[in-house]
Structure formats: C-alpha cells, structure tokens
C-alpha cells in the first residue's frame, strides 16, 4: 500500500482501473488518493458486485469518483465498456486483482495493458501465491499458476513494457529487495506498443 500510494502520488493518473473489487476497500483506497491529490477517478471490474457491497459503495462519501463495473473482467463487452470510460489523453493505471490464475491474469494483461500510459503501470498483484505452495492452504500448482508468473511471460514478449518495481524512497535497512505480497508485478510502460504491420508495410515500401 505504502508503494502504491506513493506511485498514485507520483503518476497524478486520470483513471485507475481495478479488477477484483470484493468489499470495494482498494477502490475506496485508491479514491481517496485521489482526493488528497485533487484529481483521477476509479474504475471497478468484479464478476459479482454483491447487493450489500453496492450498497455501501453508493452510500461512501467518495462515490462520485467511483464507476462500478459488473462483469468478468476479461469478456470482450466489459474491457469495451471499460475503453469508452476512458477519455483521449488521459493517464491510465491499472491494478489486476481478481482471479489470480495465470491464464487469467494472462488474459487481463492483454487487455488492459494497451490502456497503459507510458511511464505508468499496470500491476498484476499477489504473486507471493508462488512462494505459499507449500503453506496451510495452499495449492502446489501455484508454483507455476500465478500472477508473477504471468507478468514475466506478458514482458518478454511485449517489449513496450519492462518488470520495474518503484523506487523505495526511503531505506534505512540493509534490505536490496523488498518485503511484498506483489513480487515481479509492477509492469511499467517504457514506450507505445510498435505496430508489426506498420513495421512490414515499412520493409516492403523501402
């Protein structure tokens, strides 16, 4: 939270977009950031929105920065309903947080990474899951099904992104890495995405 915050501070963004809102406390989170900045908006994806969930969203005194949407995240309907929400030339976030497997964080990476501003992020969470296969409730299967997973293959074969994590602004430990439950999951935009087609159309012609 504590890099988050400080990334939503830095990157002033327009829109945060979030999959996987359960109790909406991360929606109401990033809200409120931006009501302490002055600016942005949050965007909220969830296959189920509860009635009592709802209710208490539209009730919260930050609603007016909150756009629920219900749906799965990855149905080609919802990411459309999601683009039209978002205005030319605004600076666009994203955090994935709903259904951690890697094929569905794969799929969510696909699409929403091109809403991505470059120099922002989108953030593919809790993929510490690899490192809990052995753990009380855990699945061995996450050593390889998880979200960190996922953001290393989407990195290697998209070269607009790379896997940077934010700069600690403050560290008067001996740690070099950090302590977090999102390892390899700040996926940053370093350049729009190079059109292949164009790239041919371009061999051809010369």
Request: proline letters at 5%; one cysteine or more.
């Amino acid at each position: 939270m504590l890099r988050y915050q400080e990334v939503v501070f830095a990157l002033q963004p327009d829109v945060i977009i979030e999959t996987g809102i359960a109790h909406g406390g991360s929606l109401v989170f990033s809200a409120s950031l931006c009501k302490l900045i002055g600016k942005g908006r949050v965007i909220g994806i969830d296959i189920d929105v509860r009635p009592h969930n709802h209710a208490k969203l539209e009730a919260h005194p930050l609603k007016s920065l909150i756009t629920l949407i219900e749906g799965a995240s990855t149905a080609p309907d919802i990411v459309a309903l999601v683009k039209q929400h978002v205005r030319a030339g605004e600076k666009v976030l994203v955090a994935l947080d709903s259904n951690h497997s890697y094929a569905h964080v794969t799929a969510e990476l696909a699409a929403y990474a091109p809403l991505v501003t470059p120099g922002s992020y989108i953030i593919a969470t809790d993929g510490l899951m690899r490192d809990l296969a052995d753990a009380p409730r855990g699945d061995p299967t996450w050593t390889r099904d998880n979200p960190a997973r996922a953001a290393e293959d989407f990195v290697a074969k998209h070269n607009d992104f790379v896997l940077e994590e934010p700069r600690w602004k403050f560290n008067e430990s001996t740690l070099a890495g950090n302590v977090t439950h999102w390892p390899n999951a700040w996926l940053k935009r370093v350049r729009q995405a190079i059109d292949q087609n164009s790239l041919s159309r371009l061999d051809l012609d010369s």
